[in-house]
């Protein structure tokens, strides 16, 4: 029966969260971390403990406990947040490791104060520059690592200084030939690796372990989780405002009536709705766009429906042999505005 389906589907994510009963233990991240714990051990670092627990998101408060996203532990949780989210930050065993050494940069950082090194403050800058959730970047900039999705290193100091750790730490990539031709990223490497070869086998001078956001001690339930994250981002989306920019009709129309008219001869196939493609390709674009252009997926998401919902509105279509073209065509365009918005704060200057 639908009805009761729909009504057992409603109240488990009603239910709080720490009555999951959520744990790391008995998951596929117990493996991971077992893998991580000896990446960590072969790089020198001896002394340094990270203790791992699941959190609201991935992070690490001045601690050595690393905050692992608790939707990771449970398959229905993981599909639950790809679809109120759009992306997922750690889907597979690599990506998972790949967040678990740029976290170790902070639990490294906070473990030596590094901040408080000269040298640091040379490499990476002070560490009170403030925090900006939306930082302007540059894309392909020479002067940082890249790891993370979005050109994180140039969010803060301390980002840069992770990121800069995780590329340091990755098994099997030879940074000194892969930055050979990036000085100023590689001098930061460089003084990373001087600095774990110096501390590694020393006792960590700030201990706390902290666990910031546990999600056990999370009163809500996952529907009030969502609700609580949608409404910080609509409010984001607010006080930024963004406001869905007017007069994309005329990019839509480019792309489609070109692509679609049934006067064009050229194809004879079957025509099929812009909108269900458009629809179809958020995941993917969310994920892409934010990759080279540091773009949020939060922001990203209500562009790619309106731009669905416009196509819908106009009656868009493509020929189905023509797919290729159509998806090509409908990246470059969020490409294009995704980077209007990252230089200008605004889509449509
Ligand atoms: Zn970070």
Known sequence: MTGSETFREASRFATPIRELGLTIAGTWLEGVLAEFEQEVHRVGIRRVHPRFYLSNEWGVSDSLAIGIPFYLARPDLMALHGERIGHIEGATRVDVLRYLRHELGHVICYAYRLPDE???????????HPYLEEYRLEPFSRRFVRHLPGWYAQKHPEEDWSETFAVWMTPGLDWRSEYADWPVALAKLEYCDRTIKRL???DPVATSAHQEDDIAEYPGSIDQFYEHLAGSSAEI??????ELPPGLDGALKAIFEDLGAFTDKTSTSVRKPASAL???????????VYRWTGHFPERARPLIRHLAQRADQLKQVYPEDREI????????????????YVHRGTYLP
């Open 118 to 128: 000269e040298e640091w403050v040379q490499q990476f800058g002070a560490n009170t």
């Open 200 to 202: 590694g086998a020393l």
């Open 237 to 242: 989306l607010t006080l930024g405002k963004i």
């Open 278 to 288: 458009i629809a179809r390709l958020e995941p993917e674009l969310l994920a892409h």
């Open 325 to 340: 073209p159509a998806v090509i065509a409908v990246t470059t365009l969020v490409t294009t505005l995704a980077m209007n």
